[in-house]
């Protein structure tokens, strides 16, 4: 893409050695301001641990860079709008790395069914294994309380983003132990799309997407691949997704794509703003658990 990475921050000297060596990154550093000071780069992309998002997006604000930001923003609305009013203030590109959002074959689907307005009803099976995450990523307890917007906030922005903006909703959990949490959401889109998501924690369900048209229901299973139903045909088919969504981790490519067209036309579609919805649902569910 034409790009150069000039450097690397991280907290430990064993990441920056292979930053220099794997990556093969000239100049590393422990400080990010420092990093951005010296080296006045073109972009920044911001891939620290997920609740370490928000403080570090919060100081490279000012320096007016554009920003590539890895999901979640913040792990509450409080914190999402405090950089939203950082991002006004500076004038500052921030664009959140959903790359779901850029997933080939759900452009596809929507163009398939004939586009957007066609779209009747959006539905995700999403789960959680906070005791992997424990034990693999060595998740503490803290973290596990906010993996809600750690991770879960993928599945509701995916739906959020493909229904358009869901207001009307109702939430309904239940907390049987530890992190043993189900969860439904069931609303309507200010598009008028019927939007349902449904999530158990604990429980090893793939992820699943369906999408429902007049007469079509798409079904993606794994998300990365979709097959079509088609009213009166009882052979489904597939929508085959692009190559660079095989070559390259599904949607990271499109992504890089958008974010260099925001850098160049000085606007950004998926920025802060863009998360609000999700967000708001991904609270609406973390006070629920708190109660």
């Given at each position: 893409m034409q790009c150069d990475v000039i450097a690397s921050c991280n907290r430990s000297e064993r990441g920056n050695q292979l930053a220099r060596t794997e990556g093969q990154i000239p100049r590393t550093y422990f400080n990010y301001c420092e990093m951005v000071e010296r080296e006045s780069p073109d972009a920044i992309i911001n891939c620290v641990p997920f609740d370490k998002i928000y403080e570090v997006t919060r100081e490279l604000i000012p320096y007016k860079i554009p920003l590539l930001v890895e999901k979640p923003a913040g792990t509450s609305m409080e914190e999402l709008n405090h950089l939203i009013k950082l991002q006004q203030y500076y004038k500052t590109i921030v664009q959140v790395a959903f790359n779901r959002r850029h997933y080939s074959v759900f452009e596809k689907a929507l163009y398939d069914m004939g586009g957007a307005q066609a779209l009747q009803l959006v539905n995700l099976e999403w789960s959680e294994n906070p005791h992997r995450l424990r034990t693999s990523k060595g998740y503490s307890d803290e973290q596990l309380g906010k993996i809600l917007f750690g991770n879960t906030i993928h599945g509701?922005?995916?739906?959020?983003?493909?229904?358009?903006?869901?207001?009307?909703?109702?939430?309904?959990?239940?907390?049987?132990?530890?992190?043993?949490?189900?969860?439904?959401?069931?609303?309507?889109?200010?598009?008028?799309?019927?939007?349902?998501?449904?999530?158990?924690?604990?429980?090893?369900?793939?992820?699943?997407?369906?999408?429902?048209?007049?007469?079509?229901?798409?079904?993606?299973?794994?998300?990365?691949?979709?097959?079509?139903?088609?009213?009166?045909?009882?052979?489904?088919?597939?929508?085959?997704?692009?190559?660079?969504?095989?070559?390259?981790?599904?949607?990271?490519?499109?992504?890089?794509?958008?974010?260099?067209?925001?850098?160049?036309?000085?606007?950004?579609?998926?920025?802060l703003l863009s998360c609000v919805n999700s967000m708001t649902l991904a609270e609406k569910f973390y006070l629920s658990f708190e109660k």
């Amino acid at each position: 893409m034409q790009c150069d990475v000039i450097a690397s921050c991280n907290r430990s000297e064993r990441g920056n050695q292979l930053a220099r060596t794997e990556g093969q990154i000239p100049r590393t550093y422990f400080n990010y301001c420092e990093m951005v000071e010296r080296e006045s780069p073109d972009a920044i992309i911001n891939c620290v641990p997920f609740d370490k998002i928000y403080e570090v997006t919060r100081e490279l604000i000012p320096y007016k860079i554009p920003l590539l930001v890895e999901k979640p923003a913040g792990t509450s609305m409080e914190e999402l709008n405090h950089l939203i009013k950082l991002q006004q203030y500076y004038k500052t590109i921030v664009q959140v790395a959903f790359n779901r959002r850029h997933y080939s074959v759900f452009e596809k689907a929507l163009y398939d069914m004939g586009g957007a307005q066609a779209l009747q009803l959006v539905n995700l099976e999403w789960s959680e294994n906070p005791h992997r995450l424990r034990t693999s990523k060595g998740y503490s307890d803290e973290q596990l309380g906010k993996i809600l917007f750690g991770n879960t906030i993928h599945g509701l922005d995916l739906i959020s983003w493909i229904s358009g903006s869901i207001e009307d909703s109702n939430v309904f959990v239940r907390k049987q132990a530890d992190y043993l949490w189900s969860m439904v959401l069931g609303g309507l889109s200010k598009k008028g799309v019927v939007v349902g998501f449904t999530s158990t924690w604990g429980n090893a369900v793939p992820w699943r997407l369906v999408m429902h048209s007049i007469n079509k229901r798409y079904e993606f299973a794994p998300l990365e691949t979709c097959r079509v139903y088609t009213d009166g045909n009882s052979s489904p088919t597939d929508l085959i997704p692009d190559e660079i969504d095989k070559t390259y981790k599904a949607g990271f490519y499109n992504q890089a794509v958008s974010f260099i067209r925001a850098i160049e036309s000085n606007s950004c579609k998926h920025d802060l703003l863009s998360c609000v919805n999700s967000m708001t649902l991904a609270e609406k569910f973390y006070l629920s658990f708190e109660k």
